[in-house]
């Protein structure tokens, strides 16, 4: 069965400050789909980037990296140079190839306060 | 256009109420989900619809009844519910049903009384 952990379940950080966001997933398939989506306080859940399992490339979108690392099974988000805009929950989220259901399976998410 | 559209924002009713949740998307997608969140939590998948044909039910209890009219359209008719369904209720759309990224709507914060 697939499972996302996010062990950090609140991080406040000062603006300008970079943060990493952790996230270790479990699953059997060798297939798979990463996400990350933010939620910030007005409910809609944004996406921010899909990862497939066979591309190991880091990935950078402004102030916004990746890391994925498939030997130790994690896919961390880190922004730099933070600002309260980012403040916001943060979930990792895992899909096997194999379930044609296209279910997401949710880590618990990561409430990042950013603080002026 | 990533845009899902989701009506009302906000809905307070009672236990004896009908009321309906309505999801809307102009991006070409064929697969349409509706999810619960409730509060601290992340979003529970409910319901998925693909090519406007029921596809998964996560086991929902039957005072919720989705609807697909077309392929644009995701109703959520809600009947009998109970304070404890109180919730966000979010609706996302995909290009298809498999390993495509969900766009979500901005919900509807139901309250039950």
């Known amino acids: 069965a697939q499972k996302v952990t996010q062990a950090q379940t609140e991080i406040s950080v000062v603006e300008k400050e970079d943060v990493t966001l952790d996230c270790v997933y479990e699953t059997r398939d060798t297939t798979y789909y990463l996400f990350w989506y933010k939620q910030p306080p007005s409910g809609e859940l944004v996406f921010l980037i899909r990862r497939n399992s066979f591309d190991e490339q880091n990935e950078i979108s402004g102030r916004y990296s990746w890391n994925f690392q498939k030997s130790t099974s994690s896919f961390n988000f880190t922004i730099t140079a933070s600002q309260v805009v980012d403040s916001a929950v943060y979930f990792c989220a895992l899909s096997e190839a194999v379930d044609a259901g296209n279910m997401l399976t949710f880590g618990g998410g990561t409430r990042l306060m950013v603080k002026p | 256009d990533t845009e899902v559209t989701q009506t009302p924002k906000h809905l307070v009713m009672g236990m004896t109420n009908k009321k309906s949740l309505k999801c809307e998307q102009h991006?070409?997608?064929?697969?349409m989900y509706w999810y619960k969140q409730k509060a601290k939590k992340p979003p529970e998948l409910m319901f998925v619809y693909s090519y406007e044909k029921l596809s998964i039910n996560e086991s929902v209890p039957s005072r919720f009844s989705p609807e697909c009219p077309n392929s644009s359209l995701l109703n959520l008719h809600l009947h009998a519910l109970q304070p404890e369904d109180s919730a966000l209720y979010l609706c996302?759309?995909?290009?298809?049903?498999?390993?495509?990224?969900?766009?979500f709507g901005p919900g509807t914060r139901l309250t039950v009384t």
């Open positions: 996302a759309s995909s290009h298809r049903q498999g390993d495509y990224e969900q766009y």
């Open positions: 991006m070409g997608h064929r697969a």
